[in-house]
């Protein structure tokens, strides 16, 4: 099993930027990408940004240009820096795992709140 553990959320205002980290442990080994996703009420959760082991990265179209993943592979870590953060981007941010032998697993959340 993989467990994953999500930190930095938090409320920022329009235009700012926040760090989101992805502390994995566990049966990293069978774990090929890794990814964040987001949720909003009554929404169904949306792919974000993911990352595989290889180092390619896949974006959603909305947040293109704005948004960056990175892994630290040494500490099992995965990050989201969002740059430019609108409105649109508030939603409870999920950390994703995908494993080669089927179960995928995800974090608690955490929320990113952007108001003024």
């Known amino acids: 099993q993989v467990q994953l553990v999500e930190s930095g959320g938090g409320l920022v205002q329009p235009g700012g930027s926040l760090r989101l980290s992805c502390a994995a442990s566990g049966s990293m080994f069978s774990v090929y990408a890794m990814g964040w996703y987001r949720q909003t009420p009554g929404k169904q959760r949306e792919l974000v940004a993911t990352?595989?082991?290889?180092?390619?990265?896949n974006y959603a179209d909305s947040v293109k240009g704005r948004f960056t993943i990175s892994r630290n592979n040494a500490k099992n870590t995965v990050y989201l820096q969002m740059n430019s953060l609108k409105p649109m981007d508030t939603a409870l941010y999920y950390c994703n795992a995908l494993t080669s032998a089927g179960p995928q697993y995800w974090g608690q959340g955490t929320q990113v709140t952007v108001s003024s």
């Open positions: 990352m595989d082991n290889g180092g390619s990265t």
